[in-house]
């Protein structure tokens, strides 16, 4: 009997390690090419870091359309929110950047969370970030509606609202509503906005971004490092 209790223990405490969480293995190539890029490249001091999925990774302008910052890109394509807060220790935390731009959530609900958890998770990745950097002020890119994406619309609609709402209540944490610029009178994603895929953006679509982002970079990252120094980049 004494055997079999000892099996059964065995068999759950291996069940629970396997039931941690999810995987964020995936992603550790990336991660690497981004530290093998630090190395040969140092990241520039007193940067803004833009985080997130495949809108942040593809945004090839960056620099250019945030001339008179220095920006650090580390959007890893395909990833979820709770992504960007696993590798946090990797790429944000030895950047200690002056401010944070975060687009990610349009992959987390194709994978099947739900609003609710689309919230918490950015929510966690603010108090992570903040850990060694209280304070540092935070905006997120709300989640775009697609044309590849749009039977989501409702819970992505959902999401944004649960995000601006919790953000609401926090300090110097911002909700940037793209949302509205990048559909038509009836409420359908502009087609000049994105590329054959329906999903990811042309240029056009990034110039609204731009209009969002830029004008809270200009109240919140007011470091006078950041406006001084030329613009750099990081691949």
Known sequence: MKKLTILLTLLV??????????????????????????????????????????????WSTLADDFSGYRVINRGFGGSDIDDSTA?????????????????????????????????????????KARQEQPGVPIAFISIKPSIARLSLLPNIQRANTLIRQWAMTQKNVAFLDIAPAMVDANGRPKPEL????????????????????????????TAAEVKRQPNATTP
């Open 13 to 58: 405490l291996s069940f629970a390690g396997h039931a941690k969480g999810p995987d964020h293995s995936q992603w550790e190539n990336d991660i690497q090419a981004f530290e093998a890029s630090d190395k040969a490249n140092p990241a520039p001091a007193n940067a803004v870091l833009f985080i997130g999925s495949s809108s942040i990774r593809m």
């Open 87 to 127: 590798f946090a220790d990797r790429i944000l935390a030895p950047y200690h950047p002056v401010a944070i731009v975060m687009y990610a959530g349009d992959n987390d609900i194709q994978n099947g969370d739900t609003p609710e958890q689309v919230r918490d998770d950015f929510a966690a990745f603010v108090a």
């Open 194 to 221: 994105f590329r054959e895929d329906g999903l990811h953006m042309t240029p056009a679509g990034y110039a609204l971004w731009v209009a969002q982002v830029r004008p809270w970079l200009a109240d919140h990252a």
